[in-house]
């Protein structure tokens, strides 16, 4: 905020705080509502999505937990018509799924595409979505048809910072809530995965955001809420608890 005499009001500029987050998720060429388009949902704040039953509002809004590392497979809705997801969201090498958040250093993209093998993976790029993916020369490949592996390319060739393809949900969850545990779950992959959330781990290097692919997916869909939380409070808080020895009895009458 500016005073009069044009200086910042350095009390109201200390009350801001950055909330780090999803931006938006951006379609090229995905499930057949959308395919042969690219298309933009913001997620910065309170967002409508409208249109006729089978536009693909269902579709589009499923994606949210994925971006959190929900299992693909479970958010997968009934339009799909019993496609797996990677067949359904990413039916060819052109496809890509962008999630564009934002992070303590700034703007990223987590990226979902289609392996040649037919294979679901993931890659990291640093920047917006603007200033990569729809950069004036990257933004006429998409247009040309280019495979996910051309645009990647390219934008390394441009100097953008891509990350190597991160192939299991899994080492994606890993990354993307800097989750302690399942970063050291593979010893000779550690180190990897460490480099990777302290590049693009959602929030800031001592940020954790364990559960948060679970939490997004059950209050989307509204189903095993109660059995989700318990599951969530009890790994949270007893996962370092440990008994070396069995617990002794009590036997007290007065107890």
Known sequence: MYTDD???DDETVADQKVSYGL???IL???FDRVKGRTIRIDCRERTHIGGANGAGKTSTLSLIPAFFG???ERIVSRSSGRLSFVDYYL????SLIIFEYRRYSGLC?????RHHSGKLCYKFVEGSAAETFFAPETLELLKAGATNQEVFDQLRGKGVPVSNMIDTITDYRAIIQNNPKLLRRHPAETRRLRALAADFSLGDRDTQMSHIDRLTHVVLNRSRLLSSFKTMICETQFENIHLQSRPKPIDELGL
């Open 70 to 72: 929900e299992e693909p």
């Open 109 to 113: 993209c987590a990226v979902m595409y």
């Open 6 to 8: 044009n200086t910042f």
């Open 28 to 30: 090229h060429n995905s």
């Open 23 to 25: 931006e938006g998720i």
């Open 91 to 94: 039916p060819n090498q052109q």
